[in-house]
C-alpha cells in the first residue's frame, strides 16, 4: 500500500522529534561531541583528565542547582558568584592557620562551614526579601548584591588572600571520594525535593504563573524568598569546593563562573522563563560545558577563543530550546 | 417634528446596510440574519443584554471578526473588512469600551499613533502634531496640553482622547460602544454636544449602551437586539424605555439548565444524551405526586426566613398551560436529555437544603471607598445565590474582597460566623472557601503546566507528609483521578498534557476540579461559563447544584442574567457598588432584575436598604 512509505517516513521523523524533544538529548550531545574530539585533542580520554573535568565540574554542578531552583521561579540570581567569594573569605577568616579566629582549634573546619553555609543562606535571603516584600526585579537585587557582596568580601580581607587552610578543609575540594559523593547527595536531595515535594510542586506553581498560584493559597513569597536562601545555600557549598581546591580564601573566587553557571543550567534546558528546570537537565548542561572547555584548552586554544565557542554554544542552546519547546507544542 | 423630516429626506441615503448577516460559534449561532442600516449623518442606537450580539456584530463592521453569510454595504458598495485598518481605511472608527491607550506616551503621540505626520520621513513634524492634537483635544472639550502622559489621565479623560482619536481619521462612521462608563456628568454632557455637532457636519454614529435615557435622547433610530436576532428596529419616537427593556428580555428561557438533584434521589445527576425528555419528565411528575401524597419529605412549612418555598413565578407562568402537552413537551426537548429547568418545580423542596437558616458567609456592611458601597448579605448552606449586574457594577471587585485578593476598608466578612482576617487567599482557603476567577488564563491556571499540577495545586499541602513535605504519591493520584471523573473531563486529555492545549470548557473544568479537590463550605464562582459550549455549560450547572446538595454555599456571579435566573435560589442585583434588589426564587423577573441594574433607581435602593 502507499501509506506504507507514508507511515515509514512518518515514524523516522517521529523518532527523531522524539529525540529532539527529548530529554537526553543534551546528554546525547556530550557523547557526541565527547567522541567527536577524542580522536583530536591529546590526553581527552584519558583517565587523568576525566578527574579534572570532574574536579572542576563539582562545584560548578552545586553552583548550577541552586541557579536551577531559582530559575524555576521565574527569577535569576547574579549573586552568586560572589556569595562564593564572601564565604570563601569568612571560612577561611574562621579557620585559617595564619591569625584565624579559631586557629588550631579541631572544631574549626565544621563551624567554618557552617557559618559558611549561615553567610550564604543569609545573602540569599537578602535577595529573597527584597524581591518578595520590596517588589524589586531578580535582576536588580541580585546584580546590586553581587557588586556590593564582592566588594565587602574585598573591603573584610584588605584585597588579600587568606592561606595555611587545614588539610581536612583542603582535602572535601581536592578527593574526588569525598566531593563526589557530597555533590552526589545534594543533587539528589535536590532532585527529590524538587520532584517529590511539597515545595518542589509550589516551586514550580510560582514559576508558572504567579498569579494564579497565589490565589490558590500558595505562600508565593515564601516559596520564591527560599528559592534564593537555596541558591546562596549552594553558592556556599560551591565555595566549600572551590577554596578547598584554591586552597586560600580568596574575594576574588569564583568570579569567572557566573555565565558559566547560567550557560550550563540553559543549556540543560532550565528555562529563563520560569516553570520549568531539573536537576539532571542542569547535570547534563554542566557537563556539556565543562567538555567543551576542557577539550579547547587541550587543544591548545587562547581563553579568548574558548569563550568565543562557548558563547555560540550557549546561544544556540537557547536557540535549540525555543524550537524543542515549539516543537513539542506541536505534537501534543 | 424636525427629525421625521430628515428621516423621510434620507430614507434611501443609507451609509451603511448591515444584509443578513449570520454568525456562529462553536455551533452556537450568535447573529441570526441580522439586517440593519446606519443613514447618513444620522445616530443609531444599539442595545441588548450582554450577549445579545451587539459586539460581534461590531467585531465584523470592524474587520476582526467574517460573518458566515450575508453582507455589508458601505456607500451602496459591497464592503469585506478583513482587517480593522481596512475599517478604519473606509472611514469608520471606533471608541472602544475598554481603554487601548498607551499609557507610557503622551495624548499627541497616542492619537496619531498609527499616522504620524512626517515632516522629512522618518523624522515627525512635531510641531504639526502637536497642533492637530490640540485641536481635535479642544474639539472634545479636554483642555490639556497635547504633551501631557496618558498614565497621568483619569479614565474619564483618557476616553475622550480615545474619541479625539477616532476624530483624527476624519470618519464618516464612528462606533461608541459604552463610552459614558467611566465619564463623570460633566464630560458626558460635553460628549453629547460633540456627538450632535459630530451629526450637523454629516457623520454618522452607532451608540451602543446600557443607558437607554441617554439613547432615546441622542439617537435618531433604535435597534433593539436579543439573542442575536433583530427584535425592534424604528425611529426613536417609537420607543421608551419600558418597551426597550421588555424587548431586550421578552422571551422564553433560551437556554437549558439542569434540574436540582432531588433529596435522596438516587437517579445519577449526569444526563444521558440518549435518554429522551420524556424520562425526566415522568421522574419528576412522580417525585411530585409522592411529595404531594407526603410519601417522600413531610410537607414543607414555611418560616419566615425562608425565601426559597412555594411555587415560582416560572411555574406560574406555565401553570397556565397544560403541562402534559405533548408539542410542548418535545419541542421544549430541542436537546435531548436535557431538562429545562423552568418545567421542573425545583422549589418544593425541603427547607434543610435549599437555604436552612445556617449562613456560612455573611458580610456586613463591607466598604471599599469607590468601589462597593454598605455591601450586606448572607448566604446559606445549600443556597445557590447570584449576583447580577452590568459590567463595571462591582461584582467582581467584591468577589475579591471576599477571597481577601483586594483590601476592603470597612464592614465585616463571616465564614461560618467566624470573622475572616483583613487579606491573603491561604487563610480563607484553609477555612474552606473557594474562588473561580473571572480571569481564567491569567489567575486560574498555569497553562503550561500538566492537568495533573493544575488539579493538584489547591489541596496538595494534604497530600504532604512531614518533615520534609514529600508527597504521597498514592493519595494525591488517587485525589486527581477522583475530580477528573468527578468535573467529567475529557478522557481524552492526558494527566500529564498541559493544560493550554485543552479547550476552554475543560480548562474551566480543571479550575472548579482543583477547588472541588479541596472540599470548599463556600465556592464564589465569577463568570463560570464565559467562553464555553453549551455541553459544558450544563455540567458546570450541575457541578454548582451539587455542590449545593452537598451542603455548601455557592455564590455565583454572572453577566447572563438568564444563567441566573435558570440556576440560583436567591438573586442579588448590584449596580454602582451597592446592592440594589434582591430577588427570591418567586420574585425572579427578567424586567425587575435588568431594572434594578439598568435604571438609577432611587426607590428600589431604598427599599432594599430597609432592614
Known sequence: MTATTTSNEQRTTNKFLTLFAS??????????????????????????????????????????????????????????????????????????????????????????????????????????????????????????????????????????????????????????????????????FAHL????????????????????????????????????????????????????????????????????????????????????????????????????????????????????????????????????NRFVVRSS | METTNHEQRTTNDALLSFRAIEKSFFGVRVLKSVSLRVRRGSVLGLVGENGAGKSTLMNILGGNLRPDAGELLLNEARFEPRHPTDAARAGIAFV?????????????????????PRALPPFIARRQLRDRAAELLNEVGLNLSPDTLVERLPAGERQLVEIAKALSLAPKLIILDE?????????????????????????????????????????????????????????RAEFTSERMISL?????????????????????????????????????????????????????????????????????????????????????????????????????????????PEALLELRHVSQPHIVRDISFALHRGEVLGISGLMGAGRSELARIIFGLDAHAGGEILLNGKALPRSGPRARIQHGLAFLTEDRRHEGLCLEASIADNLALVALRRHARTPLKFLSTGTWREAIRTMRAAVKLSPNARDEQAVKTLSGGNQQKVVIGKWLVAEPRVFILDEPTRGIDVGAKFEIYQLIHDLADRGAGVLVISSEMEELIGICDRILVMAQGEIRDELRSVEFDRERILRAALLDGARTVTSARTP
Not at chain 1, 41 to 48: D, I, K, L, V, W
Not at chain 1, 91 to 105: F, H, Q, R, T, Y
Not at chain 2, 256 to 279: C, M, T
Open chain 1, 23 to 188: 530529554e537526553y538529548l543534551v546528554l546525547a550531545l556530550c557523547v557526541l561531541y565527547f567522541t567527536a574530539l577524542a580522536p583530536f585533542a591529546e590526553g581527552f580520554a584519558s583517565r587523568g583528565n576525566f578527574g579534572n573535568i570532574l574536579l572542576t565540574l563539582l562545584p560548578l554542578f552545586m553552583l548550577a542547582i541552586g541557579q536551577t531552583v531559582v530559575l524555576i521561579t521565574g527569577g535569576i540570581d547574579l549573586s552568586v558568584t560572589s556569595t562564593i567569594a564572601l564565604t570563601s573569605v569568612v571560612g577561611a577568616m574562621v579557620m585559617s592557620g595564619d591569625n584565624g579566629w579559631l586557629a588550631g582549634n579541631p572544631l574549626a573546619v565544621p563551624i567554618a562551614i557552617t557559618l559558611m553555609l549561615i553567610v550564604g543562606g543569609a545573602v540569599g535571603l537578602l535577595n529573597g526579601i527584597a524581591i518578595t516584600r520590596l517588589r524589586m526585579p531578580a535582576f536588580i537585587v541580585t546584580l546590586t548584591t553581587m557588586m556590593f557582596v564582592s566588594g565587602f568580601a574585598v573591603w573584610l580581607t584588605k584585597s588579600k588572600n587568606i592561606g595555611a587552610l587545614p588539610g581536612a578543609f583542603t582535602l572535601i575540594g581536592n578527593n574526588l571520594w569525598i566531593s563526589l559523593p557530597l555533590t552526589a547527595v545534594v543533587a539528589a
Open chain 1, 193 to 324: 525535593m524538587l520532584s517529590r515535594s511539597l515545595f518542589g510542586r509550589w516551586l514550580y506553581a510560582v514559576g508558572h504563573n504567579n498569579r494564579a498560584a497565589y490565589v490558590s493559597g500558595v505562600p508565593v513569597a515564601g516559596i520564591t524568598c527560599s528559592a534564593y536562601v537555596v541558591s546562596g545555600a549552594c553558592a556556599a557549598l560551591a565555595s566549600v569546593l572551590l577554596t578547598g581546591q584554591a586552597e586560600t580564601g580568596s574575594p576574588v573566587l569564583g568570579k569567572n563562573l557566573l555565565l558559566d553557571v547560567i550557560g550550563a543550567t540553559v543549556i540543560g534546558g532550565t528555562s529563563l522563563f520560569g516553570g520549568k528546570g531539573k536537576v539532571l537537565w542542569t547535570l547534563f548542561g554542566v557537563l556539556f560545558l565543562k567538555l567543551i572547555d576542557n577539550s579547547l584548552n587541550l587543544l591548545n586554544l587562547s581563553d579568548w577563543d574558548i569563550r568565543m565557542v562557548k558563547g555560540g554554544v550557549i546561544l544556540f542552546a537557547a536557540l535549540m530550546d525555543a524550537v524543542r
Open chain 2, 96 to 116: 472602544h469600551q475598554e481603554l487601548n491607550l498607551f499609557s507610557n506616551l503622551t495624548i499627541a503621540e497616542n492619537i496619531f499613533l498609527t499616522s504620524f
Open chain 2, 179 to 235: 463610552p459614558t462608563t467611566s465619564l463623570s456628568a460633566r464630560e458626558t454632557e460635553h460628549l453629547f454636544a460633540l456627538m450632535q455637532r459630530l451629526r450637523e457636519r454629516g457623520v454618522a454614529m452607532i451608540y451602543i449602551s446600557h443607558i437607554l435615557g441617554d439613547v432615546l435622547r441622542l439617537c435618531d433610530d433604535i435597534v433593539v437586539l436579543r439573542d442575536g436576532a433583530m427584535v425592534g428596529n424604528g425611529v
Open chain 2, 248 to 356: 431586550m428580555v421578552g422571551r422564553e428561557l433560551s437556554q437549558l439548565y439542569p434540574k436540582r438533584r432531588e433529596r435522596g434521589d438516587s437517579v445519577p445527576l449526569s444526563p444521558q444524551r440518549g435518554e429522551g425528555w420524556g424520562e425526566g419528565w415522568e421522574r419528576h411528575e412522580t417525585q411530585a405526586a409522592n411529595e404531594s401524597a407526603g410519601l417522600n419529605h413531610p410537607a414543607p412549612v414555611t418560616p419566615p426566613h425562608e425565601p426559597f418555598l412555594g411555587s415560582s413565578r416560572r411555574d406560574e407562568a406555565h401553570a397556565s398551560q397544560p403541562e402534559k402537552d405533548q408539542s410542548l413537551v418535545t419541542s421544549a426537548a430541542t436537546v435531548q436529555g436535557f431538562e429545562a429547568r423552568n418545567f421542573v418545580s425545583g422549589n418544593s423542596l425541603p427547607v434543610e437544603r435549599r437555604g436552612g
